[in-house]
């Protein structure tokens, strides 16, 4: 997901499974949906097939009910099993349901909710800025639960089917593929999608308004539709066009497209793209309505696209166990979109865009003092969204790829990607992973760059020898644990020019290096390798 458009603020436990309902299991969610455009209520049904993982007479599903003096919230009529009713409360946003007898652990029950009610959030019915009524869904993080009854945590993965029923003017995408629309009565229009993958609640998804659609030619073996406002869809079909090359890029480098078809959905989420699994919701003003349309634009549409096509892999398909691991979806979709940027756009093209990335991270450094791998975070999911999460993380998987070579760094990622799609992983399970595939001990590479808050912060002086030819380097570590990694130095006299790789591993070191001539310029990192900065860099 992208906050913002571009810049992407735009946007440990391992092992450990965090949940807010460990002890359920759900496997298919079946949800029922009327629509109107008379009035904000929708009329709900759930059926839900799950497990519990412990023998119980009870188990409950988050929805938000109405407060107190408030017309907002789900209201639960009622809940059977079988065509027989159970008895149920609602407190606490959640719904409880009772069984007269106690259920075994792992077997699987099916129950059936229906509900009406006005969403708070979740399901956003607004108008575009057209004016016209719709309905998108943004449940990220955990938002679900506003107008869905679920087990509402990315741990819980769950195959899903939307059975939406609203106006016959509108158009329905969700998650999946479409498996019916059937015309009703009184100019209504059923439209049923079905998703046969596990995703989390965070990307199941629809999107209802008046679209235009255009179904492209299979790209990869898998059939690629636009959807935009019909009132901007020439611009819309244009620009979304820009996407069509990262696919097979990303089938290339990761594995084949885990979804049965992939939909770039123009949208009122509140965020610059939200990665919902095979139908990608872009914010609506990333169609530009009057061209020309500017370079830096088109660049900037671009990456957004490639980063939420690469959630598709890691998000959707290998999905975080908790939310302090959320760098493994963040992280990943950055840095896939600046591979694919690398591959587009060049060498020199990606070395800026890295350069801009350590930046808005260091920014953020002096700010929060947290790792990326953070355990505070859940306090504040959508304070997750930051530099950590998304260029830090990037920037880890940068380092990796120097690390191990990119050839060894492209089979970990696609190692990672078939032990975990359809499952959840943890920083550790990467970890582990990495060292297994390339032989290498990680430990101290994953600690320090994951794990501590905080990051190299260099001192570095110089003075030239010009009787024994030599640069005479004295570099402190300013942060109070020293790291481990590898600095590479260039000296240039204006004609001449010499890069040395150093290895640093002491709080205090002292370098020597044979050179010709007198530097006149000193140059820490000049291929863009390393995450640190630097608080002093003098001639003495």
Not at 396 to 408: E, S, W
Not at 475 to 483: D, H, R, Y
Not at 512 to 520: F, G, K, M, V
């Amino acid at each position: 997901m992208s906050k913002f458009l571009f810049v992407f603020l735009f946007l440990f436990l391992g092992g450990t499974l965090f949940s807010q309902n460990p002890s359920l299991d759900v496997e298919h969610y079946r949800f029922m949906l009327s629509l109107s455009d008379s009035t904000d209520q929708i009329q709900g049904e759930a059926q839900i097939t799950f497990t519990s993982k412990v023998k119980t007479d009870q188990v409950y599903f988050d929805l938000v009910s109405p407060k107190e003096k408030e017309t907002k919230g789900m209201m639960v009529l009622s809940v059977t099993q079988k065509g027989k009713n159970l008895s149920f409360t609602q407190k606490s946003d959640r719904v409880y349901l009772y069984f007269q007898k106690e259920l075994p652990a792992d077997q699987k029950e099916t129950v059936v909710i229906k509900y009406q009610g006005i969403p708070a959030d979740g399901l956003i019915i607004d108008q575009n800025k057209f004016g016209k009524r719709t309905f998108f869904t943004d449940n990220w993080p955990e938002r679900a639960r506003h107008w869905l009854p679920t087990n509402d945590h990315p741990s819980d993965k769950a195959s899903v089917e939307f059975i939406v029923e609203a106006p016959a003017h509108y158009q329905v995408v969700g998650n999946g593929l479409r498996q019916s629309e059937i015309s009703l009565p009184e100019g209504r229009r059923q439209t049923h999608w079905s998703m046969q993958q596990k995703i989390p609640t965070k990307v199941m998804a629809i999107g209802v308004a008046d679209f235009a659609v255009k179904r492209d030619t299979l790209i990869e073996q898998i059939p690629i539709e636009t959807w935009v406002f019909t009132d901007n869809q020439t611009q819309g079909f244009a620009q979304y066009a820009i996407g069509r090359p990262i696919l097979p890029f990303l089938t290339r480098y990761i594995a084949a497209f885990p979804f049965r078809k992939l939909a770039n959905v123009q949208s009122k989420t509140r965020f610059g793209g939200m990665e919902n699994a095979s139908n990608i919701f872009y914010f609506e003003n990333s169609v530009k309505v009057d061209p020309p349309v500017s370079t830096s634009e088109r660049i900037k549409l671009e990456a957004l696209m490639a980063h939420e096509m690469a959630h598709q892999w890691f998000g959707n398909m290998v999905s975080e166990s908790d939310w302090e691991h959320l760098w493994l979806s963040e992280g990943f979709a950055t840095y896939m979109t600046d591979l694919y940027l690398e591959h587009s756009h060049g060498t020199d093209f990606i070395k800026e865009r890295l350069q801009t990335e350590r930046k808005q991270a260091l920014d953020f450094s002096r700010d929060v003092q947290h790792p990326v791998v953070d355990t505070l975070g859940k306090e504040n999911l959508m304070g997750l969204l930051n530099p950590n999460s998304y260029q830090k993380g990037a920037w880890v998987l940068h380092m990796l790829r120097q690390r191990l070579g990119d050839a060894v760094f492209k089979q970990c990622i696609q190692a990672f990607y078939q032990r975990y799609k359809g499952e959840n992983a943890t920083t550790a399970d990467f970890e582990q992973l990495c060292q297994e595939v390339s032989g290498a001990d990680l430990r101290t590479f994953f600690r320090q760059w994951l794990h501590l808050a905080q990051h190299p912060v260099l001192a570095v002086s110089w003075h030239y020898d010009p009787t024994r030819k030599q640069v005479e380097l004295q570099i402190e570590q300013k942060q109070q644990e020293a790291f481990e990694f590898p600095l590479e130095i260039a000296f240039s006299d204006g004609q001449m020019n010499t890069t040395k790789q150093l290895e640093i591993r002491e709080q205090q070191e002292g370098f020597t290096i044979p050179l010709p001539y007198r530097p006149q310029s000193v140059q820490l990192d000049p291929q863009v390798k390393v995450f640190f900065e630097v608080s002093a860099l003098q001639e003495k």
